[in-house]
T-cell receptor, first 112, second 115 residues
C-alpha cells in the first residue's frame, strides 16, 4: 500500500533543544496531519494542514505543508520533558474519504 | 462529551476464537474508522464508514468484519482470531463536512493478544 516515509525514526535530545522531523511520499497528498501518541494512549491531533505551502503553529509546534504536496515538516522549539512520545504524520490523498495513511512514527526522548 | 470510547481495554484470545471490539462516539460524527498499530509500522486502516449503513475496506481488511447500524457505534468483529492479529486497535471518528472530515479523533485503544 501507499507509504509515508517519516524520519528520523527516533531522537534523543537535551531539554531546550529544537526538534525537526519530516514526512515524504512519492505521491501527492491533499491534507497533512501531525499526531502525538503518549504510551498507552491513542494519537492526539496536534496540527492539521490543508493547503500547499501552508505554515501553521500550535504553541511551540510549527508544521508546514510542502509546496510539492509530497512532504510535510514538524518543528518543536525549546523542547521540554513532556514532549516525550511518538509523533506521527498522516495524510489524505483524497479529501472527505476518511482514508488516512500514517507514517511509521518518530520516537522522541528528551533528557532533562 | 466522552469523545471516542473503546471496550475492552485489554483482551487475550485463543487462536480460532471470535470476538467483537466495541467503539462508540458521542460527538455525532459521521465518519468512523478502525486502525491497527504494530511496532514500527504506524497505524494501518482496516475498515471505515462514512455514515450509518455504509462501510468500506481499508488497507488491511482481511479477517475483520464491520457494520454501522447507528451513527454512534462501529464494532469490529474478528471472525476467527489468528496470532497475526495480535496488535493494538484504535477507533477514530470525524465530522462529515468540509475540512473537518480530515481531522480524526482517536479512542484510547484495545490491546489484543492472540495465543
Amino acid at each position: 500500500g501507499q507509504q509515508l516515509n517519516q524520519s528520523p525514526q527516533s531522537m534523543f535530545i537535551q531539554e531546550g533543544e529544537d526538534v525537526s522531523m519530516n514526512c515524504t511520499s512519492s505521491s501527492i497528498f491533499n491534507t497533512w496531519l501531525w499526531y502525538k501518541q503518549d504510551p498507552g494512549e491513542g494519537p492526539v491531533l496536534l496540527i492539521a494542514l490543508y493547503k500547499a505551502g501552508e505554515l501553521t503553529s500550535n504553541g511551540r509546534l510549527t508544521a508546514q505543508f510542502g509546496i510539492t504536496r509530497k512532504d510535510s515538516f514538524l518543528n518543536i522549539s525549546a523542547s521540554i520533558p513532556s514532549d516525550v512520545g511518538i509523533y506521527f504524520c498522516a495524510g489524505l490523498q483524497v479529501r472527505n474519504t476518511g482514508k488516512l495513511i500514517f507514517g511509521q512514527g518518530t520516537t522522541l526522548q528528551v533528557k532533562p | 462529551n466522552a469523545g471516542v470510547t473503546q471496550t475492552p481495554k485489554f483482551q487475550v484470545l485463543k487462536t480460532g476464537q471470535s470476538m467483537t471490539l466495541q467503539c462508540a462516539q458521542d460527538m455525532n460524527h459521521e465518519y468512523m474508522s478502525w486502525y491497527r498499530q504494530d511496532p514500527g509500522m504506524g497505524l494501518r486502516l482496516i475498515h471505515y464508514s462514512v455514515g450509518a449503513g455504509i462501510t468500506d475496506q481499508g488497507e488491511v481488511p482481511n479477517g475483520y468484519n464491520v457494520s454501522r447500524s447507528t451513527t454512534e457505534d462501529f464494532p469490529l468483529r474478528l471472525l476467527s482470531a489468528a496470532p497475526s492479529q495480535t496488535s493494538v486497535y484504535f477507533c477514530a471518528s470525524s465530522y462529515s463536512s468540509g475540512r473537518l472530515t480530515d481531522t480524526q479523533y482517536f479512542g484510547p485503544g484495545t490491546r489484543l493478544t492472540v495465543l
